[in-house]
């Protein structure tokens, strides 16, 4: 059972025009939400993330708005340039008590391609 | 400062062969993970260490999966014997101490394996 979906497998933009990429996520105890952007041939790498506190942050060209009622979260790039063309993973996790450490579950990845 | 370093890059080896994959964090970086990414899928999470100690080991298939992380540094995963199902990448990633702060894992850029 996955507890973080990104149900769109890929999106194309044109640059310059906003990418808007989606995830849903099934576990009520999520607090902490994160999107990694991953090139070909890399490790992921952290771009922003979202308390649960709050329901938006930005950075830049980028901007994560989370919905808690819908338990939905978006990560929003504008404008789009090309080299943001990769795949991005939405995840989550939720503070484990006692332990001190979070677990991070990811969803499947969003590829993003932006036209020149 | 050096980044989360992941050896070997490629490793392709025959079923029922054994395979070890070595990585060294981030300077200073007490919890360690190893994930495992699938063709189209999201990483998931095999083990995560603080300091010397595997504190989650849940997911880790045991019977032929074992990681090691001496003196709390480097740490090695071993695959024996490896499955054609074992074909994957293999992240390492490292965190301070939590991801209380930032919520960010830095990831090493992975090992890809494939099994014939």
């Known amino acids: 059972d996955q507890q973080v979906k990104q149900n769109s497998p890929s999106l194309s933009v044109q640059e310059g025009r906003i990418s808007i990429l989606n995830c849903d996520y099934t576990?009520?105890?999520?607090?902490?939400f994160l999107w990694y952007k991953k090139y070909p041939a890399e490790g992921p790498t952290f771009l922003i993330s979202i308390s649960s506190i709050k329901d938006k942050n930005e950075d830049g060209r980028f901007t994560v708005f989370l919905n808690k009622s819908a338990k939905h979260l978006s990560l929003h790039i504008v404008p789009s340039q090309p080299g943001d063309s990769a795949v991005y993973f939405c995840?989550?996790?939720?503070?484990?008590?006692?332990?001190?450490?979070?677990?991070?579950?990811f969803g499947k990845g969003t590829k993003l391609s932006v036209i020149p | 400062e050096a980044g989360v370093v992941q050896s070997p890059r490629y490793k392709i080896i025959e079923k029922k062969q054994p395979v070890a994959f070595w990585c060294n964090p981030i300077s200073g970086h007490n919890t360690l993970y190893w994930y495992r990414q699938n063709l189209g899928q999201g990483p998931e999470l095999l083990i995560r260490y603080e300091n010397e100690e595997a504190v989650d080991d849940s997911q880790l298939p045991k019977d032929r999966f074992s990681a090691e992380r001496l003196k709390g540094v480097d740490s090695t995963l071993k695959i024996q014997p490896a499955e054609l199902g074992d074909s994957a990448v293999y992240l390492c990633?490292?965190?301070?101490?939590?991801?209380?702060?930032?919520?960010?894992?830095?990831f090493g850029e992975g090992s890809r394996l494939t099994v014939l």
């Open positions: 995840a989550a996790s939720a503070t484990i008590r006692g332990a001190g450490s979070y677990q991070l579950t």
């Open positions: 990633a490292s965190s301070f101490d939590s991801l209380f702060m930032t919520g960010e894992l830095f």
């Open positions: 576990n009520s105890m999520f607090d902490y």
